[in-house]
């Protein structure tokens, strides 16, 4: 069974310092990998996806993430958070032979002043 | 610019009613895909489409049903609503890649009650 991760509901962080959100699947074959925001009452918006390549991608609003296929992750990362980036934040598979997506939980991302 | 757009945002309708949901791309996408988002379940797919008289049952399929007459819409009906639809409705679309799907482009979505 295909299934994606997201072991936080929520993750909190102060302006300024780097966060993580985390991304674990578990899905056949080589997958696509994507991240996208939700803020509130919004659709989800599209920040960064893993095709093949570099393993490092890097996306809209200074967010960049890392597929690691031994460990089967694609973490979200930026170096200095943002008020602003507040938000929800999904992950999700697209297994080669699937079309579609397998979404994660999701995770609460609080950045203080 | 491409986009896609849901109509109405906001619905509220009493049970037993049938309820449709419009959902309308100009990306000319292939693929389009309904959603339901409810607190602590995320995302669950409801039904998808991988284009024209395509139409293909997701994880939380019962009651609702999809056609597809065209490949700009997939309209989403609640054949006779129940409270337990009350939900926020996301319509996405995408373009097949390789063997998976390339970058889902979603809707403002549509907050729908069931009274």
């Known amino acids: 069974a295909q299934s994606v991760a997201q072991p936080e509901d929520q993750v909190n962080v102060a302006e300024g310092n780097p966060l993580t959100v985390k991304c674990t699947y578990s899905?056949?074959?080589?997958?696509?990998l994507f991240w996208y925001v939700q803020y509130p009452n919004r659709g989800l918006q599209f920040l960064l996806k893993?095709?093949?390549?570099?393993?490092l991608v890097k996306g809209s609003y200074g967010f960049e993430a890392e597929f690691n296929k031994s460990q089967t992750s694609f973490h979200l990362k930026k170096p200095s958070a943002l008020v602003s980036d507040s938000a929800l934040y999904f992950c999700?598979?697209?297994?080669?032979?699937?079309?579609?997506?397998?979404f994660g939980s999701g995770t609460k991302l609080n950045v203080k002043p | 610019d491409a986009e896609i757009t849901q109509s109405p945002r906001h619905k509220i309708t009493e049970t037993g009613r049938q309820v449709t949901l419009a959902c309308h791309q100009t990306?000319?996408?292939?693929?389009m895909f309904w959603y339901r988002q409810d607190l602590g379940h995320g995302l669950r797919l409801i039904h998808y489409?991988?284009?024209?008289?395509?139409?293909n049952k997701g994880e939380v399929s019962d009651g609702y049903s999809v056609s597809r007459s065209n490949t700009e819409d997939l309209p989403l009906t609640l054949e006779s609503a129940a409270s337990s639809q009350t939900s926020v409705y996301f319509c996405?679309?995408?373009?097949?890649f390789g063997g998976g799907t390339d970058t889902q482009y979603f809707g403002p979505g549509t907050r729908l009650t069931v009274l």
């Open positions: 990306w000319n996408h292939n693929n």
């Open positions: 899905v056949s074959g080589n997958p696509y």
């Open positions: 489409s991988y284009g024209v008289q395509d139409t």
């Open positions: 999700a598979v697209s297994p080669q032979g699937f079309n579609k997506f397998y």
């Open positions: 893993y095709i093949t390549g570099d393993n």
């Open positions: 996405a679309s995408s373009e097949v």
